[in-house]
């Protein structure tokens, strides 16, 4: 014989409450007593209860889902930052549904617009391309809480990043220290918040140092390329006034920047200074360690999720601002570093 399933009824006989009372407990409410929802919790327990996802959302208009729309899910610190996303949804009755672009406007579209047809309450994207028409109508067209991470969308919704621009800039004093003159510097393509403000933060300790900026050493790359990001380096480490150090802010970036220095047999550091960005196994593993720019990804995490909640459940008639919320980032100095050598060897 089949065990007929317990209802919200049973729950509530149980606990000594009403089902109204179970109801408001199981759904993470904030207005039920604690000893309440422990006693409604346990006794959900023991009915092994559980209550229809579907059937809560036609009545209320959420599904207490939120969406995640990241360019590569394999990138480390993606996966540092949607954990932390994670953890404190599920902390607030919230369960994460994560996208994977591929870093391509006309595949956020299509995740927008397939998140949004599936109901979910909110989404957090970091989204190809800030300058996309399709991607900017589509994300305005949503009904819907929007919080980016590390993008700067005006006005469509909130932003939780690091603050990449100061990163920039120290980093980028920081090898003018050490003598650099010829610095070169491998970022993503400024169509989105990270390579505007890195190539901004360069910039500005270069003319501080008058240190005239030279074109041909940036190369705006994906920071996935890093076969794109070997071929790059290894042109650019072949001419005769080559860098003698390399800022290298993107992972795939970082690994395909050494391949090259180690296929031309430059030495880091005494052949070429490097610094990459995160702190990743690659930068502490490498030999030598790499020099890094750090920033805590895991409280961009919490944040954007913390932010998201205050969205769903603000009054909809008092909206406040939205807001750019950015993290600081430091500098972990290892051993990828060093004053150039007075002279070079041309590979050309």
Known sequence: ?????????????????????????????NWVSEDLRRRVEEAARQLNYSPNALARSLKTKQTHTIGAIVSDMSNPLHGIFLSNVQEELENQGYFLLVANSRNRAQRDCALLDLFSRGRVDGIIAAIADETDEQTMGTLRSLKLPLVFHDREVGGIGDAVGPDHRTGAYQVTQYLVSLGHRRIGLMTPPNVARPGRERLAGYTRALEEANITYEPSLVKMLDATGGERAYDEAKAMLRTARRPTAIICLGTGVLAGVIAASDQLELSIPSGLSIVGIGDTELVRLNKPPITTLRWDIA??????????????????????????????????????????ADSHSDFS
């Open 1 to 29: 014989m089949v065990q007929k399933k317990s209802s919200i009824a049973d729950v509530a006989r149980l606990s000594g409450v009403s089902p109204g009372s179970v109801s408001r407990a199981l759904s993470g409410k």
């Open 299 to 340: 409280k961009c995490g919490r944040l954007a999720a913390q932010i998201m909640i205050e969205r769903l459940r603000e009054d909809a008639n008092n909206r406040a601002p939205v807001r750019m919320v950015e993290v600081p980032m430091d500098i972990i100095l290892r051993g990828s570093c060093a004053a150039p």
